[in-house]
């Protein structure tokens, strides 16, 4: 695996052209995709995207997140909504994000979140990575990545699960629990993403183990500056930290329950 980061703007990029959606699942954060979305078709724009998406999967938020999205389609046509009934978490909003993208025939398909602790103006680094790799990961564990406004609480969590991951685990990617990564179709396709029932930091772990281990993506991180929310509220707590301690495990002893669908080379596009 090679880490890399100041290089990618050099050459015009092949993959600018290519259809990118990034996936947004929100509960209630309405105050932040307010701000998030024009922002990142801001960076569509000065990036020169042809074919660049949005598509926030929200759980019906009472806040009203769902009817601020809808307010920005009326300036956004490349912005989609996917509502569903209710809350199911943040796995279950990624399978039916990443499977209404698939539908949409993105080539390049991004996990993101809404609260602003993923900086839009990385998306480019990421699409320029991804025409030497199957997957970029956004890194707070390589050399310039960093965390900005965490406690010594949420560091320690974030560090053991990445001890824990990497002693039981033996993956080779440093930033195991990140939520800021773009794949290649190509090898989201060839999981069977319904059969994925794990949520929070083990749908994270779990969809890694995948693309790494049965998948042999080609994985790059990407050093990032990860700020903590300043609104709304965190969702992730110690039921999520105990499924991701126990989902580590299960990995380890009896793998992942999820089948990987071969392709023909003609398949794959
Ligand atoms: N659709 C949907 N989105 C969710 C759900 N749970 C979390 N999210 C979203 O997933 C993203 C990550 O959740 P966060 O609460 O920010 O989790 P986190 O980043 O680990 O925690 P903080 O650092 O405290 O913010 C955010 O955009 C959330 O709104 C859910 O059940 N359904
Ligand atoms: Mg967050």
Redesign the pocket.
């Known amino acids: 695996m090679k880490m890399i980061g100041k290089e990618v703007n050099q050459k015009e990029s092949t993959a600018s052209t290519s259809r990118i959606v990034i996936c ?6 309405r105050e932040n995709i307010k701000n998030l979305i024009p922002a990142i078709f801001d960076i569509f724009k000065s990036s020169g995207f042809k074919d660049a998406h949005v598509l926030v ?3 019906n938020s009472p806040d009203g997140t769902a009817d601020e999205v809808k307010r920005l389609q009326q300036h956004h046509g490349n912005l989609h909504l996917l509502l ?1 009934e209710r ?4 796995g279950r ?1 990624y399978v039916a994000g990443f499977r209404r993208a698939l539908s949409m025939k993105a080539e390049i398909i991004f996990e993101m ?3 602003f ?1 993923h900086d839009p103006r990385m998306i480019p680094y990421f699409v320029k990575s991804l025409e030497r790799a199957d997957l970029c990961v956004g890194s707070r564990r390589v050399k310039g990545g960093k965390v900005v406004n965490w406690g010594l609480h949420r560091q320690l969590i974030s560090a053991g699960a990445n001890l824990l991951t990497h002693m039981v685990l033996r993956l080779k990617t440093r930033d195991v629990t990140s ?1 800021f990564r773009a794949v290649r179709a190509t090898h989201l396709k060839r999981i069977y993403l319904e059969a994925l029932q794990t949520n929070g930091y083990a749908f994270q772990i779990e969809l890694l183990y995948l693309l790494e281990r049965k998948l042999n993506a080609k994985i790059v991180e990407l050093p990032i500056i990860f700020v ?2 300043q609104k709304g509220k ?3 707590g110690v039921k999520s930290i105990l499924e991701f301690i126990l989902e580590v495990f299960r990995l380890f002893f009896v793998g992942s329950p999820v089948p990987i669908i071969e392709m023909d080379d003609g398949d794959t596009n």
């Not at 947004?24 to 954060?29: D, L, Q, R, S």
């Not at 809350?87 to 943040?90: P, V």
């Open positions: 947004i699942p929100t509960y209630n954060e999967i929200d759980d569903r809350k199911e978490g943040l909003a979140d809404a609260d602790s939520g903590d929310r965190s969702k992730l």
